[in-house]
Structures are given as C-alpha cells and as structure tokens.
C-alpha cells in the first residue's frame, strides 16, 4: 500500500494489488484552504489505479462540512478515472452521508454505505 497524503483532515491510501482506493475524512471541512490539495491527491491515487478500481471511503470521523461542491467535484472525478464501486462509511456523521448522497443521486457508479472498514472491504473484494 501506498500512502498519497496524510493531513488533518483526509488519508488518501492506494493498494494497487486490489486497485482500490482508501479514503479517510476527518474533522471539519468548512474552510477550503484547509482541504486545498485534497483534490490533487485524489487525482495522484488515480494516476495509480486501473478503471474499475473500487474506493473505500470514511467520512466517519468527520464533524462538520459545508464544502458540499467539494464532495460533488470529488465525485465527477472519481467517474472520470473510471470508478468501479465505491463503499462509504459514515458512523454518526449524518450530515455527510446526506451531502454525499445528494451529490452521487444522478452518477453512474454503484455504492452502498456500511457500518464498517470490514463489511465495506468484504463487498467491494466480491466485486
């Protein structure tokens, strides 16, 4: 595995044996300075994935969100680089499995959110 970044407030990992992408989001996302280069990451975690990879993605650890057009772009972008299926984890943060659902409502990818790490990885290894 391969770690792309490790911030305050996002974990972007890639295991290119499962061409899976590992995301984890974390604390609050309301000031774009603070999220700035999450983009770029993404896009560099991309550059090492095959089309079809799957993304696991943690939002469980975050607290508070109002870059809504953040999750929107981080979708386009995972569709352009050919996403597979994609597994959300959201625990208590309510608010983002709302934003996330709102901004992925018309995508052609499948997803389903799960209560855990395991649960989610067991679901996108059967794909």
């Not at 609050?28 to 770029?40: G, I, L, P, S, Y």
């Not at 057009?69 to 499995?97: H, P, Q």
């Not at 709302?98 to 059967?126: E, G, N």
């Amino acid at each position: 595995m391969k770690q792309i970044a490790a911030t305050d407030h996002y974990t972007i990992v890639v295991d290119t044996s499962k061409n899976r992408v590992f995301m984890s989001l974390k604390g609050n996302w309301t000031n774009v300075r603070d999220v700035a280069e999450f983009t770029a990451h993404l896009c560099q975690a991309l550059g090492m994935c095959s089309p079809g990879f799957t993304v696991l993605n943690d939002m469980s650890g975050l607290r508070a969100s109002t870059l809504t057009d953040l999750f929107a772009t981080m979708t386009d972008i995972l569709i352009e680089g050919g996403v597979g299926n994609v597994a959300g984890i959201f625990g208590k943060a309510e608010f983002a499995r709302i934003q996330v659902v709102r901004a992925v409502k018309d995508k052609k990818f499948r997803s389903k959110v799960f209560d855990t790490p395991q649960a989610a990885q067991a679901w996108l290894d059967k794909k």
